[in-house]
């Protein structure tokens, strides 16, 4: 049989910690190396002395609001690490959680005190306490919790963290009521929620029972009198049904621990504000809680539950065989009591109950292996992990320093100035930022602050850092954030702004070309009027001339094209085939509208754009190449090296970026001049080199070369890309009587 508890004695509602007289820290610093004494007994306390005579130090002349000496809330923060049964390391952290904060010492000053560890969780917790979450909305507090999940990289740091807010809400009732009401709120709508999700309900529940008693009051007040109205009811009724249960209980052999106790006064509230009713109508107040050995005991014992009351449909919950998220595992049913009244009862096991009351915090003191139950959240996989690592581990400063986590490797939590976190995904850099505030803050962004100090924008986001934007009004996207923005919404804001401010030049473009032939022809524009303009470009399709203009800039029609229709009678439309000799389509007819995913060459940002490959270099997949927004015929793509480009260039407004699209099945037709020695089999060799490579021979002509007594061969073949073009070259001139392979532009 398990001990069975005594009837507990009423618990005060509200521990409230009185302020420690100055003379009795030391005194309470010596009771905390007795209670570690107690569960660890063979551990060296030295350190931990050391750390509290360093923090009694610095911390000498100071004190809280409540009057006590300073040096009394980190001892109180490491007597509650003690009762979790924290490692020494913990403690040590939690001595010296406020120095770096609240006095002249530094992390690195802790390090050389104290070493790595304790510096790394002494900074992790100073971190945290820099961050002012006041301003965060209601909305918002599932960022903040996680933001202050992934700064932790060592999760004793977390538990420090609850510790110090658990002593300081202990002791809120010292402060300002406007602090009151901050700290209460940032507990309720922060702490709590993620000592829940670290399983630790003990910590958890009194936590929102502080918070609540400062928030709401008058609630409370309230139902802390109905619960001590009830109490001596309430309590004679329980004593009977744990009677009862008891008898039960061991006339079917099931070893049992009955607590039967009052609902706390926040999950009563919870109960009222969710089903919209008055204190008055609460009948559960009460709950019986019954610990047994095994999960079968767990059944077993809710059947005798169900065998004597009437369970009430729809509240009967398994959580052993569907745990919560945080490990949490009991079975939950509520029942008609023998005078109507209802009651909840919960069942578990000791280990469930320990993991319900300590969570994490559970693990460090019972080494034993466990079988983790499968939780479904994804998000709490981690501490499955510890607990499997936990298992595998068998010295406890080895478990420690696999401490360390990253429990949101996809994300990164940044704030505004202003407080409000901003989510983003991991390597997001300030432009992210900036267009996650708004398309105007991102488009006009110059330059961003992280943590006060001036960063390059690509520079990649960290947890907690603040973000200060710089914008300059009028200033215009560039296209070189494409290359390292991580959101969707970035990328399309500055891809649009972009395609935009190519269309602008398109438009000028169009139109300049439009009225330079129109000169050519003796067609006067000016008397044309904007109507006449605008009939045209509905015959095109476009309802604006405008449009008319971008298409014609973009090449999509020559000008000739258009002015025949403005002016048929002058202008007569151009007779095919007299396309200029120089520009080569890429694929085989007339310039075509490159398709979706097949396109051969790609234009940046743009994808509505008639793009050929230039004669003149006649640019094959891999060269460097460059784009030219010529008149009426689209992009010619050049390659860089093309003698033409440089002449071209000079209208650099006309310039625009292209690379290659993904490479296809397309072929380049690619013209060779082979000088070898005059010898018999010199072409059979040169064929059977592009019959390895498989490339096609569209023509191949050889001349003896009478000035120089050698051959001249040449050559057009067809090649997939620039690699495949370097092999043939390299392995003809392998051949020997090979003096020079050269490629040949026009
Ligand atoms: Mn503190």
Redesign the pocket.
Same mark, same amino acid.
């Given at each position: 049989m398990l001990p069975e508890s005594a009837s507990a004695p009423d618990p005060p509602l509200l521990p409230v910690s009185p302020p420690v007289p100055p003379d009795t820290v030391g005194k309470l610093y010596s009771e905390l190396e007795d209670k570690i004494r107690e569960y660890r007994p063979k551990d060296d306390l030295a350190p931990l002395r050391k750390a509290f005579e360093f923090a009694r130090r610095y911390h000498q002349d100071q004190t809280r609001d409540s009057g006590e000496p300073y040096m009394a809330?980190?001892v109180m923060?490491a007597h509650i690490l003690a009762d979790m049964r924290m490692d020494v390391v913990a403690m040590e952290t939690g001595l010296l959680? #406020?120095v770096v904060?609240?006095t002249s010492v530094t992390v690195d000053q802790v390090r050389k005190e104290f070493g790595d560890e304790v510096a790394r969780c002494v900074d992790g917790?100073t971190k945290l306490?820099k961050l002012d979450f006041s301003s965060a909305e209601e909305r918002q507090a599932e960022s903040v919790r996680k933001m202050l999940l992934a700064m932790v990289e060592d999760i004793r740091v977390i538990m420090v963290k609850l510790a #110090?807010?658990l002593?300081?809400m202990r002791t809120l009732g010292y402060l300002s009521p406007e602090r009151r009401e901050r700290i209460a709120r940032e507990t309720i709508e922060i702490y709590a929620p993620i000592a829940h999700r670290l399983g630790m309900g003990k910590v958890r529940n009194e936590l929102e029972d502080l918070a609540f008693q400062h928030l709401e009051p008058d609630a409370y007040k309230e139902i802390v009198a109905a619960i001590e109205n009830r109490r001596h009811s309430n309590q004679e009724f329980l004593g009977e049904i744990r009677q009862t249960v008891e008898a039960e209980l061991r006339r079917e052999g099931i070893p049992a621990r009955i607590d039967g106790r009052v609902k706390r006064p926040y999950s009563v509230f919870q109960k009222l504000r969710r089903q919209k009713i008055t204190v008055d109508q609460v009948y559960d107040l009460m709950a019986l809680r019954i610990v047994t050995d095994s999960v079968k005991n767990c059944y077993a014992a809710l059947g005798v539950i169900h065998n004597k009351w009437r369970p009430i449909p729809g509240r009967i919950k398994d959580f052993i065989a569907i745990p919560r998220p945080n490990l949490y595992q009991s079975l939950h049913t509520s029942v008609v009591g023998p005078q109507g009244q209802t009651f909840e009862v919960q069942i578990r096991t000791e280990e469930m109950h320990r993991i319900a009351e300590e969570g994490i915090a559970a693990h460090w003191k019972y080494k034993e292996g466990r079988k983790g139950p499968a939780a479904d959240d994804q998000r709490i996989t981690w501490l499955r992990h510890l607990i499997e690592w936990q298992r595998d581990v068998q010295d406890s400063t080895e478990f420690m320093s696999t401490l360390k986590v990253d429990l949101y490797p996809e994300e990164v939590y940044t704030f505004t100035p202003r407080g409000k976190v901003l989510v983003l995904p991991r390597d997001a850099s300030p432009i992210d930022f900036a267009y996650a505030i708004h398309s105007d803050v991102g488009a006009t962004c110059t330059g961003a602050k992280v943590n006060g100090r001036i960063v390059p924008l690509r520079s990649a986001l960290k947890n907690g850092d603040v973000v200060e934007i710089v914008t300059q009004s009028g200033h215009v996207p560039s296209k070189d954030w494409l290359g390292f923005v991580k959101t969707a919404r970035a990328r399309n804001k500055i891809k649009h702004v972009i395609n935009a401010s190519e269309r602008i030049k398109a438009i000028d473009i169009g139109e300049k070309y439009l009225e330079k032939e129109a000169r050519r022809f003796g067609v006067q524009l000016g008397k044309i009027g904007k109507g006449e303009l605008e009939k045209t470009a509905a015959a095109y399709g476009y309802s604006k001339a405008e449009d008319l203009y971008a298409a014609l800039g973009y090449g999509r029609y020559s000008a000739r094209q258009i002015l025949s229709k403005i002016a048929p009678e002058i202008v007569a439309e151009e007779a095919p085939g007299s396309k200029p000799v120089l520009e080569v389509p890429v694929q085989s007819g007339a310039p075509g509208r490159q398709h979706d995913g097949d396109a051969v060459v790609k234009v940046r940002g743009i994808d509505d754009l008639l793009v050929y490959r230039a004669g003149c270099c006649n640019p094959i997949h891999g060269e460097a190449i460059v784009g030219y927004v010529t008149r009426g015929k689209g992009v010619a793509v050049h390659s860089k090296t093309c003698p033409n480009v440089q002449n071209l260039m000079y209208d650099a407004e006309r310039k625009i970026e292209v690379e290659w699209a993904r490479a296809g099945d397309d072929s380049f037709p690619v013209r060779i001049a082979v000088h070898t020695d005059d010898r018999p089999g010199m072409l059979n060799q040169l064929t059977s080199v592009l019959f390895d490579e498989s490339a096609n021979i569209r023509s191949l002509e050889a001349k003896t070369n009478l000035d120089h007594e050698g051959a001249l061969v040449e050559m057009t073949v067809d090649v997939r890309d620039k690699k495949q073009l370097e092999k043939l070259v390299s392995a003809m001139r392998r051949i020997s009587g090979v003096r020079d392979v050269e490629r040949l532009l026009h």
């Open positions: 809330h980190p923060v959680h #406020d904060e609240d917790v306490a #110090d807010r002593h300081n």
